[in-house]
């Protein structure tokens, strides 16, 4: 190749790759105008309960979605050490000047607020907090509120479930467009339900009160997350509808499937006599799961939790709900691989130095007797 060329042919890709450089940057900046662009016309989300468990996940929906998001917490200074990436905003619900504060040029919110893990009356909590937010939400113009609720059992409702369906008729109730979706057990890694299935199914003895026989539809924390998001803009006023996951599961059943998945053997002992008062107690020495919180979702297990007809679905034709064993096989997966926080060391912790300090003999016997339960277990749940 003489010199000229080869002058001619770097040229040529000198300019080829300076074309290319401006398109990426052209493409890059249109990206970032784009996305800009359908935030500005999504408008901003107001997140309540943004670190808990389904606000966590619904937040990184919203922001595919192309929203704004600003997410609200009773203490934000800790929740931005946490995540400082996002949008921070003091809320809380008992105090009113907080709840206009943090609605200033928000669009719309989501109400993930609950109030069972803190002390007293939780149900005069949720039901003023309730009236408090959606009368600022009418001062500020919001155009929807979403709100996650409970199931109407059928039977009469625990305090939990009756407290999250008073909650719902309040936020409907005001001027402010609002979807409530009722959902049942959510299966996820960091759901308190889950949380406590997973603890139950890591006995060797289980023990199943006669008075719990309540079935329901568990539904994935995806499938909830999905439905949230299409709540924001669904068309017409609000209304209320149930995501019902995809199988009706009685609470044995819910244990039996979760400890096949989990390798776990227990031995199911039925007991006709047990309380839920003395059950929700035995409940604070086994799980990790907030004991208040515990305690009532035991109460909920007394009556069916199960919807006819599809429910919110109708308005997501092109979704498929994730079914009982692949939801709760994620969860597994994902609890696998999250780092152990400070409650569950603690609690080993607790749990070693409660066997170290038994006797030997006593030690041996409680070996053997779980071994012998774990054979029994097989031959009847094979």
């Not at 407290?163 to 467009?177: A, E, F, P, V």
């Not at 009532?296 to 709900?321: A, C, N, Q, T």
């Not at 009982?324 to 607790?350: C, M, N, Q, T």
């Amino acid at each position: 190749m003489t010199q000229a060329r080869r002058q001619r042919s770097n040229w040529r890709a000198a300019l080829r790759h300076r074309w290319a450089s401006s398109v990426q940057v052209e493409t890059g900046l249109a990206n970032v105008k784009w996305t800009a662009y359908c935030a500005a016309m999504r408008g901003r989300v107001l997140l309540t309960g943004a670190t808990g468990f389904v606000g966590g996940h619904l937040y990184d929906q919203l922001l595919r979605d192309g929203w704004q998001v600003r997410c609200a917490s009773r203490k934000p200074q800790a929740a931005s050490a946490r995540a400082p990436e996002r949008e921070w905003v003091w809320l809380d619900v008992e105090e009113p000047t907080s709840i206009a504060a943090a609605m200033a040029n928000c669009t719309h919110a989501v109400y993930l607020i609950h109030a069972m893990a803190q002390p007293g009356n939780f149900e005069d909590r949720e039901r003023m907090g309730a009236e408090r937010f959606v009368a600022a939400a009418h001062e500020n113009r919001l155009r929807r509120i979403v709100y996650l609720g409970g199931v109407m059992p059928h039977g009469a409702p625990s305090k939990h479930l009756r407290s999250r369906l008073t909650t719902g008729t309040i936020l409907r109730g005001g001027t402010t467009s609002c979807v409530e979706i009722r959902a049942g057990m959510i299966v996820g890694n960091g759901s308190e339900s889950w949380q406590l299935v997973r603890d139950i199914v890591n006995l060797p003895i289980v023990v199943l009160p006669e008075w719990a026989g309540g079935r329901s539809q568990p539904v994935d924390i995806s499938d909830v997350v999905a439905a949230l998001a299409v709540a924001l803009e669904l068309e017409g006023g609000g209304g209320v509808w149930a995501l019902p996951g995809p199988e009706i599961l009685s609470c044995r059943e819910i244990l039996v499937r979760v400890a096949r998945l989990a390798h776990t053997s227990p031995w199911f002992v039925e007991a006709p006599h047990l309380s839920a008062q003395m059950a929700g107690a035995g409940l604070d020495f086994v799980t990790r799961a907030d004991s208040r919180v515990a305690r009532e979702l035991i109460e909920g297990l007394r009556y069916d939790l199960v919807v006819s007809g599809d429910g919110f679905w109708k308005h997501m034709s092109g979704h498929r709900p994730l079914g009982f064993d692949e939801s709760a096989s994620r969860a597994l997966a994902a609890e696998r691989s999250a780092p152990p926080g400070p409650v569950d060391i603690a609690i080993d912790k607790w749990r070693r130095r409660v066997w170290n300090a038994a006797p030997t003999t006593l030690r041996r016997h409680l070996l053997a007797l779980s071994k012998v339960l774990a054979e029994r277990s097989r031959e009847r749940w094979p």
